[in-house]
């Protein structure tokens, strides 16, 4: 240490304990001691658990211990002083010591019948002793059980002779900053398959994130089968392309095993199609018009294929309530997304109802359309008597509150979800007292930056179409080139976003956490995986604890070494998640940095 710049060895003392830490879990718990006695031999087959049997917890024990024991995880990343460079492990097994081996795992649960809902305690400890043969966790709820599980399942690696050694003794007291982690996945533009869902599901399970946000359907198909109505399967894009209510069920059960709830999302009463209008066609305005972004002043949609359902037709209401109660019956969650985002008013235009309304009177608007939709769905969905649900909270986009048109006043106890205009639609919502779930397209969109999708689009040809060459110069490089989000969002630029940043401490108070959602125009099983991790797990930290370190420094340098070690387990555990540099970078910590200033990053 003392060869270094004086610099240099200041900013490495700022991390030293980091370095120190040879085994990286993801997300960093919030409170982590190292012992400096050397490793220990880990045989943790035994789980006991105090008071009554519990089948969730120990079944998630038998996964983690699983995932130990079939891997053998040799650690493929560290957090090594610059100068060094060194290789994992940096503790040699022959330090190994003593004779002991610690051999079981007591688990102790201070409520284990708390439902795994919104504000779920997850807070655990883990102790791992310098002596003795048990590790103990503690929790308030079997939740946090399992967060304790999959942290400890990244601490016990291979000894390098056939056994396994839990790196140092080490004591962890962890819990979230924000009760709300979520990713988003898209069945509407194409389809997800189970096993796809499962592996998602595995990864947040892993990197601790508790909300998947299923965006069921959109205008383009409906891919569940309804058994209030089951022609809108007729929309889906084929019979096996199709979610029963038992293929919903086994996805809550999968993620509900492992400390993740479902918040199922119906797109209403924008993008909304395909379904809806197989349920009666006069519930449906525009739908198959020509979207018209060629001639943008008449647009019907934002992207083909355009529907929007009828606000002011009554029958509208009877589909919606329907729909709403039969998958109200089959998710638990006490949240329920009702969509909300981009209301098109060139697609009411295509209206004669909603025409013939303006006409009527020409003091009305938009505006007043959508409070229209405000005033008479939300009731229903609010209703215990159609969702089955007393403790119902519903999520709406942001749109409906604050887009051009949107309702002039929308329930206060909705939850708002942002993703126009980062940080100053984070304020306005939470000025306005709306509780908010950030996820700024700007810095969470997964789905950006793999160019546009739509079809005869000449502005690529600009070599030879000079007119595109003028009106887009910089289309196919240097630009957006053709997708709207663009660029990609890195992993550095995810973790990166202080989404609190300018808000008052009552207003902060108000975001409940993040969402990073994955639009499938251009995803499906073969690339969501990819598309989704490691990525997902930046966010997943972020929420979880943080982009700073303990003396307020942005951590994203620190996080380097951890993302890349998780991407190599998430793959090892089957999760296809995307390289995210040349391994080379894996064994050189810090060899790939852009600055050798460690400090570079603010
Ligand atoms: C509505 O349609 C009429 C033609 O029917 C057109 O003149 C007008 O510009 C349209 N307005 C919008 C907002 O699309
Ligand atoms: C016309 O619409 C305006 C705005 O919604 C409303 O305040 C007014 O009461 C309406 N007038 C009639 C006669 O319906
Ligand atoms: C916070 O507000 C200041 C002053 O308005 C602005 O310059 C800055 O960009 C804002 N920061 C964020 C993260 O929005």
Known sequence: MHLLPSLLAATLCVSGAVNAVAVNPLPAPTSITWGSSGPRAFNGRNLALNGAPNSLVSDAWGRAYDAITSLHWVPQATEAPIATYAVFPTSTPKKKRGTTTLNSITVQIADSKAALQHGVDESYTIDVPATGQVITITAKTNWGALHAFTTLQQLVISDGHGGLMIEQPVSISDAPMYPYRGIMIDSGRNFISLPKIYEQIDGMALSKLNALHWHLDDSQSWPIQMASYPSMTVDAYSANEVYTANNLKDVLKYATARGVRVIPEIDMPGHASSGWKQIDPSIVACADSWWSNDNWPLHTAVEPNPGQLEILNPKTYTAVSKV??????????????????????????????????????????????????????????????????????????????????????????????????????????????????VSSSDWFYLDCGFGGWVSNDPRYDILTNPDAATANPNFNWGGNGGSWCAPYKTWQRIYDYDFTANLTAAEAKLVIGVTAPLWSEQSDDTTISSKMWPRAAALAELAWSGNKNAAGKKRVTELTQRILNFREYLVKLGVGAAPLMPKYCLQHPHACDLYYDQTAVV
């Open 324 to 437: 709403y109660s039969e998958l109200s019956g089959i998710f638990t969650d006490n949240f329920f997304h009702v969509g909300g985002d981009e209301l098109q008013t060139g697609c009411y235009n295509l209206s004669k109802i909603t025409t013939e309304w303006f006409a009527a009177n020409s003091s009305r608007g938009y505006n007043d359309l959508l409070q229209h939709w405000v005033d008479n769905a939300v009731p229903i969905f609010t209703d215990p008597k159609t969702s089955g649900n007393s403790k119902r909270q519903l999520i709406m986009w942001e749109d409906l509150t604050i887009n051009t048109p949107h309702a002039w006043t929308v329930p206060k106890d909705i939850i708002m979800q942002t993703w126009n205009n980062g940080p100053a639609n984070i304020k306005t919502l939470t000025e306005a007292g709306y509780q908010v779930i």
